[in-house]
Antibody, heavy 118, light 106 residues
Framework: QVQLQESGPGLVKPSETLSLTCTVS????????WSWIRQPPGKGLEWIGY???????NYNSSLKSRVSITVDTSKNHFSLKLTSVTAADTAVYYC?????????????WGPGTLVTVS | SDALTQPPSVSVSPGQTATIPCYAD??????VCWYQQKPGQSPVLVIF???KRPSGIPERFSGSSSGNTATLTIRETQAIDEAHYYC?????????FGGGTLLTVL
């Protein structure tokens, strides 16, 4: 069973950079899109972006200027960087594995990590 | 790109059938997925590619799509089905999520 686990600071100061890592266990990091999704408290899901090892990546147009997702196959993990954060970036951040065909579903999710900007 | 629109809430009595719609200006060739999210938990995939169920998801859950509407149907609804449900589609290499529907089992 594939498992994903987010890690990183739970508190980030305004204007600084949010950095999170997602470690993938029991599965290869190749052949999928590796994605980040966030959920502000009490609100719905917002897609942040994905990266597939080999160079394919795409980001939510509303965040594109501030976000970067990278994949490290040697460590079987992928990372999120979001720059110039504000209180509006406070959310539970989920990492997820996304299939690359059909409806491109997110079939495995991490438990999520709350990041507060304050 | 299209937005996905869901009603904020749907109510159903135990044992009855719940239907949760997801509207887009047009779905064209876009397939739809559905996720169930309970409080404090990560979302769980319950339907992908409009109609397919992942292993482990009860047969009570089904999906359909026609025109500009995708629908999640839950037969014989139980109290454990009370949750938020989100639709998701893939559009020009980007992901769209609906705003979510809270299913209440009264």
């Amino acid at each position: 069973q594939v498992q994903l686990q987010e890690s990183g600071p739970g508190l980030v100061k305004p204007s600084e950079t949010l950095s999170l890592t997602c470690t993938v266990s029991n599965g290869s990091i190749s052949n999928y899109y590796w994605s980040w999704i966030r959920q502000p408290p009490g609100k719905g899901l917002e897609w942040i972006g994905y990266n597939q090892y080999g160079g394919i990546s795409n980001y939510n147009s509303s965040l594109k200027s501030r976000v970067s997702i990278t994949v490290d196959t040697s460590k079987n993990h992928f990372s999120l960087k979001l720059t110039s954060v504000t209180a509006a970036d406070t959310a539970v951040y989920y990492c997820a594995r996304q299939r690359t065909r059909g409806s491109h579903p997110f079939d495995y999710w991490g438990p999520g990590t709350l990041v507060t900007v304050s | 790109s299209d937005a996905l629109t869901q009603p904020p809430s749907v109510s159903v009595s135990p044992g009855q059938t719940a239907t949760i719609p997801c509207y887009a200006d047009r779905f064209d060739n876009k397939y739809v997925c559905w996720y169930q999210q309970k409080p404090g938990q990560s979302p769980v995939l319950v339907i992908f590619q409009d109609t397919k169920r992942p292993s482990g998801i009860p047969e009570r859950f089904s999906g359909s799509s026609s025109g500009n509407t995708a629908t999640l149907t839950i037969r014989e609804t139980q109290a454990i089905d009370e949750a938020h449900y989100y639709c998701q589609a893939w559009d020009v290499s980007a992901v769209l999520f609906g705003g979510g529907t809270l299913l209440t089992v009264l």
